[in-house]
């Protein structure tokens, strides 16, 4: 198979930082030419986001500051594993009634998303919720957050106005909207039968 010859082989690995959230490693690998190579590589737990969309087409977003950029940005819930192990629709729906109080009826995988494939393994899997339940946030002591409902269209202009910058909350929202606009064609397609 083509693709075979372009996989790179590690031949060693060093631990650069061992941290809460990540691990650095620094590996040398085996180029598909033969030479040697550095990858440093940032080892990530893994994550889940939420796309929580209500019956009449609002996202619930949340408004959160970001210490790496200085600033507040929209996203989507969502949060780290507690292991490699934890399942994923779990932790899903821990996030979502975590960080805006909500449970959900009906979920939906949307596949995964890698953010930074070049130097991060972190995979974050991403979720469409719907049939909303609203209850009473239950936010770590150090997480802080705005919850706020946009309708799905005003999301997708900031993201094609570079507005909502955030790579995961732009896949998984315009995933969601292709998804409900087929969910919406299908049921128009039930109704003509």
Not at 50 to 63: L, N, Q, S
Not at 167 to 182: C, E, P, Y
Request: hydrophobic letters at 35%.
């Amino acid at each position: 198979m083509e693709e075979k010859k372009l996989r790179e082989i590690q031949t060693g690995t060093e631990d650069i930082f061992d941290g809460v959230i990540l691990n650095v490693k620094r590996d040398q690998v085996r180029l598909p030419n033969g030479h040697q190579s550095v990858r440093e590589v940032i080892r990530h737990v893994g994550a889940v986001c939420v796309v929580p969309v209500t019956e009449d087409g609002r996202v619930v977003v949340e408004r959160q500051y970001r210490y790496p950029i200085d600033q507040v940005i929209t996203e989507i819930p969502a949060g780290k594993l507690d292991s490699k192990e934890e399942e994923r629709l779990s932790a899903a729906k821990r996030e979502l009634m975590e960080e805006t109080g909500i449970t959900a009826d009906i979920w939906t995988d949307m596949g995964l998303y890698y953010g930074a494939p070049a130097y991060s393994d972190e995979k974050i899997t991403m979720y469409l919720a719907q049939g909303l339940h609203m209850g009473e946030q239950h936010l770590d002591p150090d997480e802080f957050l705005n919850v706020e409902f946009v309708p799905i269209e005003d999301l997708i202009e900031e993201i094609l106005t570079g507005k909502l910058t955030d790579g995961k909350t732009q896949v998984a929202i315009l995933k969601a909207a292709m998804l409900l606009k087929r969910q919406g064609q299908a049921e128009q397609a039930r109704w003509k039968n």
